[in-house]
C-alpha cells in the first residue's frame, strides 16, 4: 500500500502540473513583468500613470473573474468592473461565494483566479481579428497543427508559429497602418492588468489544492484497479501547450511594456 501512495503522489504532482502548469507559468511570468513594469510607470507618473491604461485594462481582467464564476456556478454578490475612485489600489472586484461541500465549484476557485489570463489573452486575439486580420490568419494556424501526443516537434511548431506570429504583427507593412497602432495601444492596454493579484491567487490555491486532492484520490483507486489515465492527461498537457502558446500574445505585450516603461524610466532619470 506504501508504495501506491507513494507512486499516486508522485503521479499525481505530474498530472496536476499537466492540468494547471501552464495557467501557472503565465500568471506567474505576467506578474514579474507588470509588476516591474508598474515600478518603472509609478516612479515616473504616480497612480495617474495606471490609470491612463485601467479604463480598458481593469474591466477585462475582472470580467475572466465574472465569467469564470457563472461557468462553475459560483453565486456573485457584488462587482465592480472599473472605478474611477479605486480605494487602496482597487480598481475593481468581483465577490463571490461558493458551496464548500460541492467538487466542481471547489475546483473552479483555481480558474476564477486564473481568469484574467483567459479574458486577457482572448481580448488581445479579438482586437487582432478586427485591426489586424492578417496577423490574425497567421495566429489561425495554431488549430491546425496535429494535436497529438505531446513531443519536441509538436513544440518545435508551435515556436515556430509563436515567431510568425510576431513577425506578421510588426512587420514593415503594419508599422505604416493606424489599425496597428490602435491595436497596439489597446494590447499595451491590456496586458498592463492582466497580472493576478495576491487575492487571485490566494483564490486560485485553495482550488489548486482540490485539484491536486481529487487527482491523488483517482489515481490511488485507479493504480489499486490498474486503470490506465495516462492517455487522458496527455490530451490534457496538449491543451496546455496550446494554451501556453494563446498567452505567448499577453506575455510579449507585457514585455514590451516593460521596456517601454524601463526605457522612459532611464530617460527621465537622466533628464532630472
Given at each position: 500500500?506504501?508504495?501506491?501512495?507513494?507512486?499516486?503522489?508522485?503521479?499525481?504532482?505530474?498530472e496536476?502540473?499537466c492540468?494547471?502548469?501552464?495557467?501557472?507559468?503565465?500568471?506567474?511570468?505576467?506578474?514579474?513583468?507588470?509588476?516591474?513594469?508598474?515600478?518603472?510607470?509609478?516612479?515616473?507618473?504616480?497612480?495617474?500613470?495606471?490609470?491612463?491604461?485601467?479604463?480598458?485594462?481593469?474591466?477585462?481582467?475582472?470580467?475572466?473573474?465574472?465569467?469564470?464564476?457563472?461557468?462553475?456556478?459560483?453565486?456573485v454578490?457584488?462587482?465592480?468592473?472599473?472605478?474611477?475612485?479605486?480605494?487602496?489600489?482597487?480598481?475593481?472586484?468581483?465577490?463571490?461565494?461558493?458551496?464548500?461541500?460541492?467538487?466542481?465549484?471547489?475546483?473552479?476557485?483555481?480558474?476564477?483566479?486564473?481568469?484574467?489570463?483567459?479574458?486577457?489573452?482572448?481580448?488581445?486575439?479579438?482586437?487582432?481579428?478586427f485591426?489586424?486580420?492578417?496577423?490574425?490568419?497567421?495566429?489561425?494556424?495554431?488549430?491546425?497543427?496535429?494535436?497529438?501526443?505531446?513531443?519536441?516537434?509538436?513544440?518545435?511548431s508551435?515556436?515556430?508559429?509563436?515567431?510568425?506570429?510576431?513577425?506578421?504583427?510588426?512587420?514593415?507593412?503594419?508599422?505604416?497602418?493606424?489599425?496597428?497602432?490602435?491595436?497596439?495601444?489597446?494590447?499595451?492596454?491590456?496586458?498592463?492588468?492582466?497580472?493576478?493579484?495576491?487575492?487571485?491567487?490566494?483564490?486560485?490555491?485553495?482550488?489548486?489544492?482540490?485539484?491536486?486532492?481529487?487527482?491523488?484520490?483517482?489515481?490511488?483507486?485507479?493504480?489499486?484497479?490498474?486503470?490506465?489515465?495516462?492517455?487522458?492527461?496527455?490530451?490534457?498537457?496538449?491543451?496546455?501547450?496550446?494554451?501556453?502558446?494563446?498567452?505567448?500574445?499577453?506575455?510579449?505585450?507585457?514585455?514590451?511594456?516593460?521596456?517601454?516603461?524601463?526605457?522612459?524610466?532611464?530617460?527621465?532619470s537622466?533628464?532630472?
Amino acid at each position: 500500500m506504501g508504495n501506491i501512495l507513494f507512486d499516486a503522489l508522485k503521479l499525481s504532482l505530474l498530472e496536476t502540473f499537466c492540468v494547471t502548469g501552464a495557467l501557472i507559468l503565465t500568471g506567474i511570468l505576467l506578474g514579474i513583468l507588470e509588476h516591474r513594469a508598474n515600478f518603472y510607470i509609478q516612479s515616473i507618473f504616480g497612480m495617474k500613470g495606471i490609470m491612463l491604461t485601467s479604463w480598458i485594462g481593469t474591466p477585462i481582467h475582472e470580467s475572466g473573474h465574472l465569467l469564470m464564476c457563472y461557468v462553475f456556478k459560483h453565486r456573485v454578490s457584488e462587482f465592480k468592473l472599473f472605478t474611477l475612485r479605486p480605494k487602496e489600489g482597487v480598481l475593481g472586484y468581483v465577490n463571490h461565494s461558493w458551496n464548500s461541500k460541492s467538487l466542481y465549484q471547489n475546483i473552479g476557485n483555481f480558474f476564477i483566479g486564473m481568469g484574467p489570463i483567459f479574458s486577457g489573452t482572448a481580448a488581445l486575439i479579438l482586437g487582432m481579428y478586427f485591426f489586424l486580420p492578417d496577423s490574425f490568419a497567421t495566429f489561425s494556424n495554431y488549430l491546425t497543427l496535429d494535436s497529438g501526443q505531446p513531443d519536441y516537434q509538436m513544440l518545435a511548431s508551435i515556436l515556430a508559429l509563436i515567431a510568425q506570429l510576431f513577425e506578421s504583427i510588426f512587420s514593415v507593412e503594419n508599422l505604416a497602418l493606424p489599425n496597428f497602432w490602435i491595436y497596439f495601444a489597446l494590447a499595451i492596454g491590456i496586458s498592463s492588468h492582466i497580472a493576478l493579484s495576491k487575492e487571485d491567487l490566494k483564490g486560485a490555491g485553495r482550488g489548486l489544492v482540490t485539484i491536486f486532492t481529487f487527482i491523488l484520490l483517482a489515481n490511488v483507486i485507479a493504480l489499486i484497479l490498474s486503470v490506465d489515465f495516462s492517455s487522458f492527461f496527455a490530451g490534457i498537457l496538449v491543451l496546455n501547450i496550446y494554451l501556453l502558446a494563446f498567452s505567448m500574445v499577453s506575455v510579449v505585450f507585457s514585455l514590451i511594456r516593460l521596456v517601454l516603461s524601463a526605457f522612459a524610466y532611464t530617460l527621465v532619470s537622466r533628464i532630472i
